[in-house]
């Protein structure tokens, strides 16, 4: 797949081989990390790229999403690009004036260079693409699709378990019904030789359309609401937030919160050489004596995802 | 007249030898934007200008505007300045705690080299220029005044007409009462030798005062209602969108709206070299099939928004 | 005390030789300041600093307050750094999500290399910080603490006596209860044999635990009510804000405002070589014709606070 001056827009863009280039990549990028983050003693430290020297982004966030902006912020300032900051869109833009996305996009065409947006609505960030010439990054479009999480939870995969994903055994545990972040992780795996263990209630079963791509390309795939009886074979476990929002009420999410907790006991169950995901924020779906276990991957996955949207920013733009 | 050190606030400010000095620089600017933004393949891509390196800009948005404050914020950053922006001054300033807006002027005038403002009401951009030390740009104070709009507009005649704007028939369409873009681009207009022709229902005529201005200055006018019956004649079309905002109700805003539509059976009257100018956001006065018309200049007009502040800026700091 | 590194929290983490230490280093930002806001012509004018090339700071205010984000934004910008902003956290992070403090900081330790941290609850900076593999620097947590506020305070009396604190008389008028500003004042004020004048309304005297610290290091204290009468002895005085929001009731508020108002008459009592502070923003504390008066430093203060503020910055990352 060709990268410079796409948009991105969905998990289904990325085949195999474009993963792989962009894991190449975000190993750079890694390396520029390292460089600038370096404590100062020394003159070790270096100073911003020029990779995007004369090159600005700006953010438009119509719900916002302070990690997510920051994640995308930082990641072009680092490349040594500029950034315009639109944090709350619905309250402060032309929205309220009834512009259309598509003239948005055709206004800001005329501005930056390439767009972050984030959006309640699904589909909304395919709207404001069909008016840019420039590229658009999908940063989340409601319950749709939010495709660098989905990246960064991949490459999170290929960075620990050193490039050998096929024959790992995959759990996910939670809310798999309404899970953007479960789903387009599914979207990546399928290229991969994996076997699936999806741990939810019955009433929050993983889609059905989900299971049947991932059974269509040969894949095992377990559904089980036990978790204790399965958390043992898991080499990867994701799990999630129940997420207020997508339940018809407050009491609706709160009969399910609570029902799958990791904490250090239920962590002694874990192969040792696990690894356990969370797309953060946490609430109380892993409790933080778990945080000073070496198999927590939740924090570093924020690095990750700092150092996949440099990545796919320097090869975008 | 003179630049450095200045205050933007009005339209009234510019004399025509100002204005031809303003255009030139601009053309600079676009010079700058096509090194800036090209496709940057074989190297020809530029980084940022230098004029600015060391200067810091903040944006004071009393009143949310994405367009105005992205466009002011790009021009600062792409000459090598930095940016601190308050997008929502109403809510989250001072401004609460009583602070009047000339204490906030000789406040930022301690931390930044240049302020660029917007405020819903008239002549509190002055306010804060009267305690400033640093030049002050008007990026609109409600219905009063917001030059850069009006240059952008001026600008974009001058550069589709090539210098020629003597001669020109210029036509305004829709409410002229409360335009305060048509109310602009008359006080520059009125430095050549044009003809006006205003379209507007009875009840949303231009103010007795513009058009007696530039009657004074031996400028023809033609007031009507009649579209159909002039667009043939006009050079240039200024459309401008029906503001909720300025009327006593939305039922009589509604009432108004969609009275002139520029729609592709509509443009055919037009001029075959004729420009379509609108200030957006639009919502109904122009059809998106227009956009594929080459008359149609309303984005570019951003993209000249961007020169022109970029100019301005380089030239008042 | 070391800096590099360290969290800024509070006001008594400072000892006198980190103060002396941090004046050098503010008189060396001064320089830089200097070289950057000259006015361009002749080429004197600078560029951005190289000290923080490579480095992000972000600002987290859960409580708006432009001057103090502005001032902590400019701070970084002038010594090369770049900024991503939180003006309105409350609004619009994950804090409706319910992530703790300490969760957001082992997020951002992933993404920046420094915190400006503002919030309404005290403790929150600490519980933010005690997740940060960063430094983090209190820039105000509620009534609780704001040291570099304190900072500014103690370094404009050292600048303006030319670094002799010894032996001046300083007045403190108005609300002492609420007084976070002048609390912190005291604290540093503590190492240097000076004598203190606290003026307000019986309801509001400063609290028995500053005063009796204050005299346990064997310093004069004097309370009253009385300004007239001790105004002429006061090298330095500082005047605070009745804060609306410390009280039970605007009520409240409102019977002890415009109790001790600093106009020109009231001026012609203080000595000629005193000095007039003010935290701003100011509402009727002090009247408009006292900004003429040489003696008022409240303008100043805020150029000393970026001064303060970058300081801090390069010291500590």
């Known amino acids: 797949m060709e990268f410079k001056g796409q948009h991105i827009l969905t998990a289904e863009q990325f085949d195999k081989k474009g993963l792989l280039a962009l894991f190449e990549k975000v190993r750079e990028m890694e390396e520029v990390l390292v460089g600038q983050r370096a404590v100062s003693d020394g003159g070790k430290s270096k100073g911003f790229e020029k990779t995007l020297d004369g090159k600005i982004m700006a953010t438009l966030f119509y719900e916002p999403s302070t990690r997510t902006r920051f994640s995308f912020e930082t990641a072009f300032l ?21 512009e259309t996305l598509y003239d948005t996009g055709k206004t800001l065409s005329q501005l930056v260079d390439v767009i972050a947006m984030r959006h309640p609505e699904p589909g909304s960030v395919d709207e404001l693409a069909s008016g840019c010439s420039i590229p658009v990054i999908n940063a989340g479009d409601g319950p749709h699709q939010h495709p660098t999480q ?5 490459y999170t995969i290929w ?22 972040v479960a789903h387009s992780l599914c979207e990546f795996l399928k290229y991969w030789n994996v076997e699936f263990v999806f741990v939810s209630p019955e009433e929050l079963k993983m889609p ?4 049947e791509e991932l ?77 000073y276990d070496p198999r927590a991957k939740y924090f570093d996955q924020v690095g990750n995802g700092l150092a996949v949207r440099m990545a796919l920013l320097a090869m975008v733009v």
């Open 150 to 154: 989905g990246l960064l939870d991949i």
């Open 208 to 211: 059905e359309v989900v299971v």
């Open 78 to 98: 680092r490349l040594g690009g500029k950034v315009i900051s639109g944090a709350d869109m619905m309250n402060t833009s032309s929205a309220k004036k009834k």
């Open 159 to 180: 960075k620990n378990f050193e490039g050998k994903i096929d024959g790992l055994k995959i759990g996910m545990v939670g809310d798999m019904k309404h899970s953007r």
């Open 215 to 291: 059974k269509g390309e040969d894949l095992k795939v377990l559904e089980t609401t036990d978790l204790e009886g399965t958390i043992g074979e898991m080499d990867v476990i994701l799990t999630t937030r129940i997420q207020e929002e997508r339940f018809s009420s407050a009491d609706e999410a709160e009969k399910h919160r609570g029902m799958y907790v990791f904490d250090s006991e239920m962590m002694e169950k874990a192969k040792a050489d696990a690894i356990l995901m969370n797309p953060l924020p946490r609430v109380d779906e892993i409790t933080t004596d778990v945080d």
